[in-house]
């Protein structure tokens, strides 16, 4: 089949493009970092001629700098979804559309795990953003559109990921023997494999491509709770270091902690995560020992103010996002 994959060169849109390259299927990449506008219905709409599907990923995908920058992160999240949407009304046939949401939707949850159907009630701009382009993306459901949306949790594994999410920067500044200072080191995470993720993604892809209706809306999540001060101490023992580690506040726009159910994915997609954080983190230390360097900055989207860049290069603690 042939796809169009928004992000594409993300952390999450390069795994999942290699991947149905590698299974026979066309691949239309589409992404900033290709000099593709998310928010341009035009230029989505030739990217999308000839399409059996679109997987959008395309977003700004930071919260701290959907804090910063709240408009834009708006523009791009939202504005781009609908301009997808739109894309897609304008095909002939209309291809399925698969939606990546986030875990930031729930906010922070009255209780754990959480099941998808768990109020929404996201306490930040990029939670924000996220439930509103869901909230188009049922709206075309209801109008017939055939779509799926997968709510992801914290997705880590990838050489392409940003340096200051915390698996990388945990992990390297483990294997340097610098500090680690753990930003919420009591914050409850659910971290799965990208390798995980995108197969969660291919099933959903593959159910629509065959003739569903519609997919019900998952969140791909591991169900096992792990602190950052966990994922820290972790981090430092696998890179075999004496590294450090030390709690600072949590940020004020960070969610207390996530743990999914992840009963509804194995309903719905025969999925579950199969790769172990323990596991996840050697393969990862092995590809960052080979890479012989710490993972270069990701090009910022959409001219995001210098000072986020600056922040960005700075801030390699808790940054889950």
Known sequence: MRLLVTGSEGLVGRW???SLRAGGHDVVAYDIRLGDDIRDPDNLERAMRGCEGVVHLAAISRVMWGEIHPRLCHDVNVGGTAAVLAAVARQRPEPWLLFSSSREVYGDP?????TEDAEIRPINHYGRSKAESEGLIEAARADRLRCGILR???VYGGLNDHPDRAVPAFLWRSLAGEELQVSG???VLDFVHVEDCVKGLLVAAEMLSGGAASVPTVHLSSGVPTTLLELARSAVATAGSATPVTGVDRRSYDVRGFVG???RAREVLGWRAEIALEAGLRRFRDDLIARGRPLALVPVPFAVPPD???QSRIEL?????
Do not use: F
Request: proline letters at 8%; glycine letters at 4%; charged letters at 20%.
């Open 16 to 18: 999942l493009s290699e």
């Open 110 to 114: 009255l209780m754990l795990p959480v």
């Open 152 to 154: 992801l949790s914290n």
């Open 185 to 187: 080191s009591d914050m």
């Open 261 to 263: 159910d992840p009963a």
């Open 308 to 310: 986020v860049v600056r």
């Open 317 to 321: 603690s808790g940054a889950c996002d």
